[in-house]
C-alpha cells in the first residue's frame, strides 16, 4: 500500500514536468495517497559564489520558488488538488534533497523525470540515477 508520494519537479522547466506532476496525482488518487511535491534550490554554500547571498536573500528567493512551486500544482493540477498537496523547497544538491525528504516524509515511492540524459547517463540524468540507486523506496521514473 502506497500511503505517500514524494514528487520531485524542477520549477525551471514546468513543460518538461508537467506529464512527471500528473503521474504523480493519478497514482496519489489510485492509492488515496498524500501527495508532496518538491522542488530543490542550489545551495551555494560556502564557495565564492555563496558569498554574494546573505541569509535574508535566501529566504526571499526561497519564499518566491515556493510561490511558484503553489502556482504550477495549481494550474496543472487544479485548486482542489493543490489545497491537499504539501509543498516543498529544499536547498542543496537536488538528489540528495529529494532523498532526504523521502526519509523524512516516509515516502513510500518518489517520482521524478528523466530529463537529458547525457550519454555518460545512458538512460537516465545524473540526479535521477542517484535518486533510484540510493534510495529506501520505490522510484518511478517518468520519461
Request: aromatic share 6%.
Amino acid at each position: 500500500m502506497i500511503k505517500t508520494i514524494l514528487c520531485a519537479i524542477d520549477v525551471n522547466r514546468p513543460k518538461d514536468e508537467i506529464k512527471v506532476l500528473e503521474t504523480a496525482q493519478r497514482l496519489a488518487a489510485v492509492e488515496n495517497a498524500q501527495l508532496d511535491v518538491i522542488t530543490v534550490l542550489p545551495d551555494y554554500g560556502m564557495s565564492w559564489v555563496g558569498g554574494y547571498f546573505d541569509e535574508n536573500r535566501t529566504k526571499e528567493v526561497r519564499e518566491s520558488v515556493k510561490k511558484t512551486l503553489f502556482d504550477f500544482v495549481e494550474e496543472v493540477l487544479g485548486a482542489e488538488v493543490n489545497a491537499q498537496v504539501r509543498h516543498i523547497v529544499a536547498v542543496g544538491t537536488a538528489y540528495h534533497e529529494i532523498l532526504e525528504a523521502a526519509e523524512k516524509d516516509e515516502a513510500d515511492l518518489i517520482i521524478l523525470g528523466a530529463h537529458r540524459p547525457d550519454l555518460k547517463d545512458y538512460l537516465l540524468g545524473p540526479n535521477a540515477a542517484r535518486v533510484v540507486r540510493h534510495s529506501k523506496s520505490s522510484v518511478y521514473v517518468v520519461r
